[in-house]
């Protein structure tokens, strides 16, 4: 037998079974005891008869704002394709039950229609630039975090995060995204870079169409992430056909672009150079293009997180 029908059983019951009503009693003591679901009740302007008239309102009410607490400890909604929170309304002594949407579930549907490609880590969903726990900030990232929030203020300098492996480029630029996302500054695309152009590039061969759709989805989102630039595969195709294409048109439209490296970015005319004088020229291009868009290089040294 069903929660439900037991307690609805008792209400029933109650007037003629002094147990019952005292079992119901009971019940309604756990609810005034659970302090922050009282409290919202008694603004309602709640009390103990109305709340027990309406008993099972009330714990519905209660189990729903609970579930809503966790939701906010965890940063994000734990069930966004189905989480629907139940709140009260009084009409005289009736409690009538409203269904709305968890708010995180609401900022987690946001979030989907604006991450157009997410290649960071799902464990990170909840990771932010002022989560001083898990981000440290040290002379040795300090102008790179300077930089990530003068972006989300707007600023639209291109940032060029080179340095060692696992020392914390992709870890930064996720929460740089995240918070990009919560304030709804626009379309974001975190792309593994040796992922998507392999699949771009494949494009060329089998779907011409789908091509032109993708690169062009790539040069207008509003921010791009390019993780790993300079892992790809690189030739002259890839090079004048995907990536000066795609950073000539963010550039044109001035939208914002950051790269995370391994390689400088003297490496990386180097690695783009290939065997022509052709080649290099375009390389230089290439380099020059990045130079010109962003404040400074970084480099990040330390120990790996």
Sequence with gaps: MSDFIK?????????????????????????VSDEAVWNQLVLLGVNREIAL??????????????????????????????????????????????????????????RQENLWYNDFPSELIDLRLSDTKRISITRNNMLVVKSLLKALEGDKAWIYLAGQPKVGKSFLVTAFINEALSKKLGSVAFINTTKRIREINDLNFTNKAEFDRRLAELQMVDILVLDGF????????????????????????????????????????????????????????????????????????????
Excluded: M, W
Aim: glycine share 6%; proline share 3%.
């Design 7 to 31: 307690i609805n059983e008792k209400i029933v019951g109650a007037t003629e079974n002094d147990a019952a009503l005292a079992d119901l009693h009971r019940t309604l003591d756990q609810v």
């Design 53 to 110: 008239k309406n008993i099972i309102q009330v714990l519905d009410f209660q189990a729903s704002y609970h579930s809503y607490l966790k939701c906010h400890e965890a940063g994000h909604c734990l069930s966004p394709d189905e989480h629907l929170l139940t709140k009260l309304r009084k009409e005289n002594d009736i409690l009538v039950r409203i269904y709305e949407p968890c708010p995180y579930a609401e900022e987690h549907k946001a």
């Design 230 to 305: 300079g892992d790809e595969y690189i030739n002259d195709f890839i090079r004048d056909t995907i990536i000066l294409p795609l950073l000539n048109a963010r550039d044109d439209h001035n939208l914002l672009t950051i790269f995370t490296s391994g390689n400088t970015l003297n490496q990386i005319g180097v690695l783009y150079s290939g065997k022509t004088k052709a080649g290099e020229i375009r390389a230089q291009q290439l380099t020059r293009l990045i130079k010109g868009k962003i404040n400074q290089e970084f480099y990040l040294t330390g120990l790996p997180l």
